[in-house]
């Protein structure tokens, strides 16, 4: 039986960067994927800068539209628009973005096995055994894990969550009327709930359409976005896709490793926790576990992620605690100079949001927001 030198469960943003980054340092690499390229993700699919130069030089960016544009709306009301000189976020569609990940990762030197789906996984002092659905065994050295937050590399390593959401999302294929009133602009709509939020995402002809919120919230969600699709007039647009998934963030203390196998991007837990940008933190970790294990120091990856990931996941819990109690505090704030610009370097990837906090003028400003106390809400009434 061949012993691979690093079995990669996974075969999305994360465990393709891994790959990718293992296989090119001459890492004898195996992907295991449980679908077939190209597939269908739910996900917004806006790549920030920070994800673009996280691919720079891998691939070429399957782009459907490159935004300059972002309307705000609070539920639906006091609408306004900014727009940059320059793109701000990149619109890709997932089946085909993931399949040049992994095009690029077989050119890196990896080999990916599709519609393989891993049952279990053992560890011992030699390596890690992959029990398949097939009742066959795939052999490695390391393993990265790519699976996903409910996947059985996740619950092999014991991860942890602190914030759990559920995203609902809509494609919706849109005549050309409608595609050139949606070109180069995204619409973001801070909703009722606390810490949702919807989007529209414009894709040639189709429209990513969205919302998300705290889980627990499920029929309140789903009335949510069949307000604000109505609210747009898309009502009538047929869906070719119609799908929901749980985002989920993982908690401070929450492993990145367990013995021999790591885990990585959605499975580590790791995304940011106010917008739930989950893509570039995907390809960062994916690429920063292969770099580890191609360097012979799996505890380097739990430093690197501590050095460059955390710190702005820390930063946008604490957004999230504050947009969940004033929202409309936000809403007001980006309509400021200050407040667009420090949204256009978070989508530029020129700052992230621990860089911006630190920043004395925010800090100021965010220190009066926690001292006001919380606003009171309206009791839920029974349905």
């Known amino acids: 039986m061949i012993v691979w030198d690093l079995a990669v469960v996974g075969g999305g943003p994360a465990g393709l960067s891994a790959a990718h980054a293992a296989a090119r340092a001459g890492v004898r690499t195996l992907v295991v994927e449980r679908a077939a390229h190209p597939r269908y993700k739910t996900c917004g699919g806006g790549l920030i800068g920070t994800s673009l130069a996280a691919v ?12 300059d544009r972002v309307t705000f709306t609070r539920d639906g009301r006091r609408e306004f628009t900014r727009r940059h000189r320059g793109p701000l976020v990149t619109m890709v569609r997932r089946e085909e973005f993931d399949d040049r990940l992994r095009a690029a990762a077989v050119a890196a030197g990896a ?8 049952r279990a996984i053992e560890q011992d002092p030699d390596g890690v055994r992959l029990r398949l659905a097939d009742g066959t065994t795939v052999q490695a050295r390391t393993v990265i894990g790519a699976d996903g937050s409910s996947g059985v590399t996740a619950r092999h390593v014991g991860v942890s969550y602190r914030q759990v959401d559920l995203g609902l999302e809509l494609e919706l294929e849109v005549p050309p009327q409608e595609q050139e009133r949606w070109r180069r602009r995204v619409l973001l709509d801070w909703g009722p709930l606390p810490g949702s939020y919807a989007w529209v995402f414009p894709k040639n002809d189709r429209l990513t359409v969205g919302v998300i919120a705290g889980r627990g919230e ?6 949510y976005l069949r307000r604000f699709v109505e609210r747009l007039g898309l009502t009538d647009a047929p869906a070719a896709h119609d799908s929901g998934h749980l985002t989920r963030c993982r908690a401070e203390d929450s492993p990145l490793r367990r013995g021999r196998v790591l885990v990585a991007g959605d499975a580590a837990g790791l995304l940011e926790p106010w917008s739930r940008e ?3 933190y995907a390809l960062r970790s994916g690429a920063l576990a292969g770099e580890a294990v191609a360097a012979g120091d799996l505890a380097g ?27 409309e505090v ?3 704030l980006v309509a400021t ?28 400003v965010l220190s009066l927001l926690e001292r006001l106390p919380a606003p009171r809400r309206p009791a839920r009434v029974p349905s």
């Open 56 to 67: 720079q030089g891998r691939i070429e960016v399957p782009a459907h539209d490159r935004v």
């Open 111 to 118: 080999e990916v096995r599709e519609r393989v789906a891993v």
């Open 218 to 223: 499920g029929e309140r969600t789903r009335e």
């Open 278 to 280: 989950g893509i570039s």
């Open 301 to 327: 990856y739990d430093r690197a992620v501590a050095e460059r990931l955390l710190p702005s996941m820390r930063a946008g819990h604490r957004l999230l605690d504050l947009f969940s109690q004033r929202p």
């Open 330 to 332: 936000f809403h007001a």
């Open 337 to 364: 100079p200050p407040g667009w610009q420090m949204f256009v370097r978070f989508c530029q990837g020129r700052a992230s949001f621990d860089e911006a906090l630190a920043r004395p003028s925010v800090r100021a």
